[in-house]
């Protein structure tokens, strides 16, 4: 029982990661309609940016805060420079886009930084504390850390005039640019506001899988499916699906574990967390593609 | 396809085959690293040409076909390695099973389109070197450490080297597929998958059955790219299951959009040119290392990278599209 406790703890720490790549998607996905292929190397990136920073002297929430304001810059400037001029381009071309900046991203954090696996720090204090050392400090950490940002969002969305302006750009372009929006600067908010989100996930998962070019890969994988699984064009939603994806992933390692230790039949463990992911892909897409939470477009042809 | 262009494929195909005989007269240029290194470049051509079919000429989208050209690569190394089936019949088993798996695939991508259909194959494509290493499959697969393999070996006692026959074998798949491939497309099937990528809706409305052609479109180009990586076992002689993560499945598309999209020349160009760069990327950091000075490790990735980009700005069509247009205007001009 307590076994099971600590998986759902540290699904919960999971989930919030997902949610917050998740998060992301959806924001570049609800405005433009594009699935940011590159938005976990863009974290990943991010997390060793704050590394740098941390090794410089800096102290972990000093770096943090930093870091998540390079990355808005960062975000920005993608939009502004590289997206931009591929406003009506096909799927395609944004597509092989994305990938380009994937492998960009990619290939020059392993330059700068080598691919040598580093250790990341945690600023919460290493005790355990909670109900019986269910739940560690740096996952319930995250977990609070991850809920600040959401709750940051939503009032700057729900309660700011700039967060109902992006609003607006982004389910009525033409009306909004009617009413004196500047819907260019929106998107590019919006790209920034999502780098932002991302590079928090990044510093915050970082001490889980250690700091590597490729740490991002399966999270990335997995912020897909809880986007998909909360609906693909609801926030709420996503973080929501990061959650149910992060808790639902750590009980089938847990069902899988139970079954091989009462039959010793080994179906499924830690080793196909990824495999779970793609079945969660393909399956919403497939069966349900407006997710839980979303809205079914209906399209006029 | 038009005479004169004949003419020019049957002319590489004689001088593709005549090359390798010039080894005795220029070891230094004809060495069988390079061949070797050529071969590896026909089987990228043939890979990059299966996600051609599929993402050029059906206008479905792949960012996974890493994962075909894995299954046909292990299925090609578990015949050989468990079964003792000779190198050259292993071929066409990775077709057949590639073909099965693509058109299995291919069903739930019906459902899907545009930057969904890619999610999904990004997905697979990450999820690969996982699958690979399943417990259950350990048995066939070797788990973590892969298969290690025979290269194969110069039948009937002809007096060549093994890379030159290596070489000669990987020459000839490619012909007879690209023949296949040329004829498939000229073909009234071809016509149609032309169809259903330009205009899904009035193909459909014109009869043509979308559904099956897109799931057997995605069937051929899986059995294609599974080709390749059969090919590709017998070549390196080994294979493991982190060698076919996200990062190959990217290369192929680095063929497909720098070769040009849509055209069989751009498959070849592509291959060859993903090939040359992996391969030159390592001089390029030691030029920028010592010569320049530069603390800077260049990865092949970050050409690559910058290329994407910089081609769907400017040369939208790829290098294959690049050269007709030049061509086109050499042509007006002189007209």
């Not at chain 1, 071309?93 to 691919?115: D, P």
């Not at chain 1, 510093?203 to 998909?228: D, K, Q, R, W």
């Amino acid at each position: 029982m307590e076994q099971l406790l600590q998986q759902f703890a540290s699904g919960l720490a999971n989930g919030a990661i997902y949610a917050c790549v998740a998060l992301a998607l959806v924001m570049i996905y609800v405005s433009t309609d594009h699935i940011n292929f590159a938005q976990g190397e863009m974290a990943m990136f991010s997390t060793y940016i704050s590394w740098q920073l941390m090794s410089w002297g800096m102290s972990f929430w000093v770096a943090f805060i930093l870091t998540v304001m390079i990355s808005f810059a960062m975000g920005v400037l993608i939009e502004r420079l590289i997206l931009r001029p591929l406003h009506n381009a096909p799927v395609l071309s944004i597509i092989v886009v994305f990938i380009g900046l994937l492998a960009i991203f990619n290939s020059m954090a392993g330059a700068f930084w080598s691919y040598l696996i580093k250790e990341f720090p945690s600023p919460f204090p290493k005790s355990e504390f909670g109900i019986a050392g269910v739940i560690g400090a740096h996952q319930l950490g995250v977990v609070l850390v991850t809920l600040i940002v959401l709750g940051l969002l939503f009032v700057f969305f729900r309660y700011t005039p700039l967060g109902l302006a992006m609003r607006a750009a982004a389910q009525n372009p033409q009306m909004a640019r009617l009413v004196g929006v500047r819907v260019d600067w929106m998107l590019a908010l919006g790209w920034g506001l999502a780098a932002s989100v991302g590079a928090v996930a990044g510093i915050m998962v970082a001490h889980i899988v250690y700091l590597e070019p490729n740490m991002m890969g399966g999270i990335l994988l997995y912020a897909f499916a809880s986007a998909l699984v909360g609906g693909i064009s609801n926030p709420a939603g996503a973080v929501a699906g990061g959650f149910i994806v992060g808790i639902l992933e750590n009980m089938v390692a847990y069902a899988g574990n139970q079954i091989e230790k009462a039959t010793g039949v080994y179906i499924i463990g830690n080793g196909e967390k990824l495999t779970v992911a793609l079945i969660i892909v393909i399956f919403v897409l497939t069966v349900r593609p407006a997710g839980l939470f979303g809205r079914v477009v209906v399209r006029r042809v | 396809m038009a005479a004169s262009s004949k003419k020019w494929v049957l002319g590489i195909i004689v001088l593709a085959v005549l090359v390798p005989l010039l080894q005795p007269v220029f070891p230094d240029v004809v060495s069988n690293y390079r061949l070797f290194l050529v071969s590896t470049m026909i089987i990228a051509a043939i890979a990059v040409l299966g996600l051609n079919l599929l993402t050029g000429f059906n206008g479905q989208f792949s960012l996974g076909h890493g994962a075909f050209y894995a299954v046909g690569a292990y299925t090609a190394a578990i015949l050989m390695d468990k079964l003792n089936v000779p190198y050259w019949a292993t071929i066409p088993a990775a077709a057949i099973v590639c073909f099965i798996v693509g058109y299995l695939f291919g069903l739930p991508a019906l459902k899907l389109e545009g930057h969904y259909l890619a999610l999904a194959t990004f997905a697979l494509a990450l999820a690969v070197p996982q699958i690979l290493k399943y417990k259950w499959l350990e048995g066939l697969t070797g788990g973590v450490q892969g298969i290690v393999l025979m290269k194969p070996e110069v039948p009937f006692g002809l007096p060549l080297s093994e890379d030159q026959w290596l070489y000669y074998f990987c020459l000839l798949v490619m012909i007879v597929l690209f023949w296949g491939a040329a004829n498939l497309l000229n073909s009234r099937s071809g016509r149609a998958m032309m169809a259903i990528r330009d205009q899904y809706m009035a193909a459909d409305t014109m009869g043509i059955d979308t559904a099956l052609y897109k799931t057997v479109t995605f069937g051929i180009s899986a059995a294609y790219t599974g080709i390749a990586g059969a090919l590709s076992a017998c070549a390196i002689a080994f294979v493991a299951p982190d060698s076919f993560g996200i990062f190959l499945s990217i290369k192929f598309l680095i063929g497909l959009v720098v070769g040009g999209i849509g055209s069989l020349l751009g498959s070849v160009l592509g291959g060859i040119f993903y090939v040359l760069v992996d391969n030159s990327a390592q001089s390029l950091t030691q030029f920028i290392r010592n010569d320049l000075g530069l603390p800077f490790d260049l990865s092949a990735y970050t050409v690559f990278g910058v290329l994407l980009i910089a081609i769907i700005y400017l040369m939208p069509m790829g290098i294959a599209g690049g050269l007709y247009m030049a061509y086109r205007k050499l042509r007006g001009a002189r007209a």
